[in-house]
């Protein structure tokens, strides 16, 4: 069985997968054969209808739709906003990301007709692909985009923190959503999660590797204060509620979360019981940390120092 894993940083790490994603097509002996890239997801730093993380990608989207279009990867635009109003539908550079990303499932540019208003987005519109995403959590925004740019499929954010099971069941079996992200607190719920239907478990898309306190009960506002900064409003920035929250994100503290979905998990527990979609964290971080997981989740480790130093040589990394 296939493993999808679903890498964030669509924007926010541009450098890195224009290093990487070479290595992925030429040495794919470096790699574990079970595994494939599901999608690349982030936003640019100045679109309002981005949320879960407060954004820095400054990547040009055309280069960035390039990338992802030499490769044959899906692109999802991250549109998360929990606080998307009416008067917010209308914003230019939005409607511009979702008219330049926006493929029909054989790769055909819906919006090429349109190019001479995109400006910046021009030298794209001849790009084919297979078809791109959107991660929404409004549905206010979901039947907007729904309705004008019919050609994307869409996931159900993480944001929205789903952590009653029953729930859950409700949003995998909504017809609008290919996939849903549930809160990484359902991870290891396996007799529930067993007792889905196939159908239901190829929609289950597990955040693997989150880094926040399991015992968090302040989640939902941690995300609205980032839709409200994204939205460019004024509000306070959000004190996180973790004993541990001075630590910052560490791969190792991951690694001990109740909720972390290693490797070994992966092959061992989800894939036998039919699980395949599988989302790594980390817009936020930097992208040397970015590569650690990449390493982790995908490369052999034979072959881990090799994959390392391509990207040493090949990129700057922002170390310190």
């Given at each position: 069985?296939?493993?999808?894993?679903?890498?964030?940083?669509?924007?926010?790490?541009?450098?890195?997968?224009?290093?990487?994603?070479?290595?992925?097509?030429?040495?794919?002996?470096?790699?574990?054969?079970?595994?494939?890239?599901?999608?690349?997801?982030?936003?640019?730093?100045?679109?309002?209808?981005?949320?879960?993380?407060?954004?820095?990608?400054?990547?040009e989207p055309r280069k960035v739709a390039g990338l992802v279009q030499e490769y044959g990867i899906s692109a999802r635009l991250t549109f998360s906003n929990s606080l998307?109003?009416?008067?917010?539908?209308?914003?230019?550079?939005?409607?511009?990301?979702?008219?330049?990303?926006?493929?029909?499932?054989?790769?055909?540019?819906?919006a090429v007709q349109e190019a001479n208003e995109m400006h910046e987005y021009s030298d794209a519109n001849e790009m084919r692909a297979i078809q791109n995403g959107v991660i929404v959590h409004s549905d206010l925004l979901l039947n907007y985009i729904k309705s004008k740019y019919p050609n994307y499929y869409f996931v159900s954010s993480t944001t929205k923190v789903i952590t009653d099971f029953?729930?859950?069941?409700?949003?995998?079996?909504?017809?609008?959503?290919?996939?849903?992200?549930?809160d990484f607190r359902l991870n290891k719920q396996f007799d529930k999660l067993n007792a889905l239907t196939n159908a239901q478990k190829q929609k289950v898309e597990f955040l693997c590797?989150?880094?926040?306190?399991?015992?968090?009960?302040?989640?939902?506002k941690?995300?609205?204060?980032?839709?409200?900064?994204?939205?460019?409003?004024?509000?306070?920035?959000?004190?996180?509620?973790?004993?541990?929250?001075?630590?910052?994100?560490?791969?190792?503290?991951a690694m001990k979360n109740p909720g972390f979905i290693g490797i070994a998990d992966i092959q061992n527990i989800y894939a036998p019981a039919g699980f395949q979609h599988f989302k790594i964290e980390g817009r936020?971080?930097?992208?040397?940390?970015?590569?650690?997981?990449?390493?982790?989740?995908?490369?052999?480790?034979?072959?881990?120092?090799?994959v390392r130093e391509e990207i040493y040589l090949d990129s700057t990394l922002d170390l310190f």
């Open positions: 069985m296939k493993i999808y894993y679903h890498l964030p940083g669509l924007f926010e790490f541009y450098e890195l997968y224009k290093a990487f994603l070479p290595l992925w097509r030429e040495h794919r002996e470096y790699f574990y054969e079970w595994c494939e890239i599901g999608s690349i997801y982030g936003a640019p730093s100045d679109c309002i209808w981005g949320g879960g993380r407060v954004g820095f990608g400054d990547a998307i109003r009416e008067e917010h539908l209308a914003d230019t550079r939005c409607n511009k990301l979702c008219k330049m990303f926006e493929r029909d499932c054989s790769g055909e540019m819906r029953e729930q859950f069941k409700a949003e995998l079996d909504r017809e609008e959503f290919r996939y849903v992200v549930p590797n989150e880094c926040c306190w399991f015992g968090c009960y302040d989640r939902k941690c995300y609205e204060n980032v839709s409200q900064k994204s939205l460019g409003e004024n509000s306070e920035d959000h004190i996180c509620v973790s004993p541990t929250a001075q630590r910052g994100y560490r791969f190792s503290d936020s971080l930097g992208s040397a940390l970015i590569l650690e997981f990449l390493l982790y989740y995908m490369t052999k480790p034979e072959h881990q120092l090799k």
